[in-house]
């Protein structure tokens, strides 16, 4: 029985780093463009959250633990995990400017309760799958707002259609 629990373990693991590696694999080229150019703007993220289709039809959102780096150059970016280990791991993300928008949302002030913080919706294309990052800083994030339209980055809230779509 031992054995059993440990080829299922063992099977799992092995499909998860697969899945990781295929689709490091597939940006490979995008991600080698983005990193040889060189660095026009750098930001810690406070928060960032990740909503990307699932494998069964639905959308499924999940938070990037902290440290988390924007990094634009020239006109792309990445949003990654800021140590080596995490970017292994598949936690990294990479965008052409023009084939992705953006989207400000400040927080109304409120009287009493806390309110929202303000947050940047990034909405973009990796290996052909819409992903939508949100990026809540504690801070006001214009500073980031302005780095990723200066990029070339659409301000809208709709999608923006790939290229030979």
Avoid: C
Avoid at 15 to 36: K, N, S
Avoid at 48 to 71: H, M
């Amino acid at each position: 029985m031992q054995y059993v629990l440990m080829v299922i373990v063992v099977a799992g693991l092995a499909f998860v780093y697969g899945r990781i590696w295929l689709r490091r694999h597939r940006e490979a080229p995008l991600r080698d463009q983005t990193r040889a150019r060189g660095i026009t703007f750098r930001a810690v993220l406070d928060r960032v959250e990740v909503l990307e289709p699932g494998a069964l039809g639905g959308d499924f959102g999940v938070p990037i633990s902290r440290p988390v780096e924007l990094i634009v150059r020239g006109d792309a970016f990445e949003v990654s995990f800021a140590y080596p280990l995490g970017r292994v791991m598949g936690l990294e993300y990479f965008f052409r400017a023009r084939e992705t928008s953006v989207e400000l949302n400040r927080p109304i002030p409120r009287i009493y309760g806390s309110g929202t913080r303000s947050r940047i919706i990034v909405r973009g294309w990796q290996d052909g799958k819409k992903v939508q990052l949100t990026i809540t800083q504690k801070s006001d994030p214009l500073d980031i707002w302005n780095a990723l339209t200066a990029a070339g980055a659409v301000p809208d809230i709709t999608w923006i259609t790939r290229p030979g779509e």
